[in-house]
């Protein structure tokens, strides 16, 4: 399988025949931006990225939540590639706003498996990280269709789900939030944990421990990779930055979440924004 990260959660599946996106983020609005006025997806970097990463074969986008920083992108990539988005009613809306026909938009059900190509992926109900200054409407949802160009609290959470993806070779879990909900990893195994970070460095040691134990310890990974860590309030023809030191030192982040791995004989993968593995 190979695996292209887009930075923050964004991440598309290849596996030779069909293309799966989870998320879509690309366009990266400088948050001063966003505060003040409204955006819109920048569809020549969005053109760019997909031509530069082949993406030619995608079949659908998996939304986990409706913030920004998961939907903003989809609609245009959904009609540019002729993809079906799968998520919340509240995704749904933002992919409506984008004009993408009602027959590529399903809103997917918790605890539901979808079968594309050879990919089987399930929907997990999940939960986001603690709210902040900018996303305290946890819970809320987006309610009509989301037009661009949008700002930054139009985009309510609308619900956080974690997707579990099983080919013939691996599985893979894929959490975008840093938070657990007890027992929800409970008989799920997967080779590869992708798992979502922003917040652990200022995590109390009693919640480090439940939180690591509630999903790396559950899952029992090979490798887990970590997502969420970069600044993405940063645009991507720029270097990569971690988040902004007053919310969140990165290096103590990735300083946890290794030595957690390392106790446990897990191999832990930083992987850059822009870049692709196989696994």
Known sequence: MKITFFGTTTLLFDDGKDQILFDAHLTRPSLMKYIFGSEASNTSLIDEKLKLHHVDRLKAIFVSHSHHDHVMDAPYIANRCAATIYGSSSALNVARGGNVPEERLIEFKANETYTIGEYKIKIIPSIHSKPTIL?????????????????????????????????????????????????????????????????????????????????????????????????????????????????????????????????????????????????
Request: charged share 25%; aromatic share 12%; with cysteine.
């Open 135 to 279: 996303n305290n409407d946890l819970g809320q949802t987006i309610d009509t269709p989301l037009v661009q160009p949008a700002r930054l609290r139009d985009y309510k959470e609308g619900g956080s789900y974690d997707f579990y993806v099983e080919t013939e070779e691996k599985t893979y879990m894929i959490r975008p939030s840093f938070n657990y909900i007890k027992g929800q990893m409970d008989g799920y195994q997967a080779d590869v944990l992708f798992l979502g970070v922003a917040g652990l460095q200022k995590a109390d040691e009693e919640t480090e421990r439940i939180f690591f134990e509630e999903t790396v310890g559950k899952l029992k990974p090979s490798v887990v990779i970590p997502l969420h860590w970069d600044n993405f309030f940063s645009p991507l023809d720029r270097p990569v930055i971690g988040m902004p030191r007053l919310v969140e030192k990165t290096e103590v982040v990735f300083f946890k979440l290794a030595r957690y791995c390392e106790k446990h004989g897990i191999d832990m993968l930083v992987q850059m924004p822009l870049t692709s593995i196989t696994i």
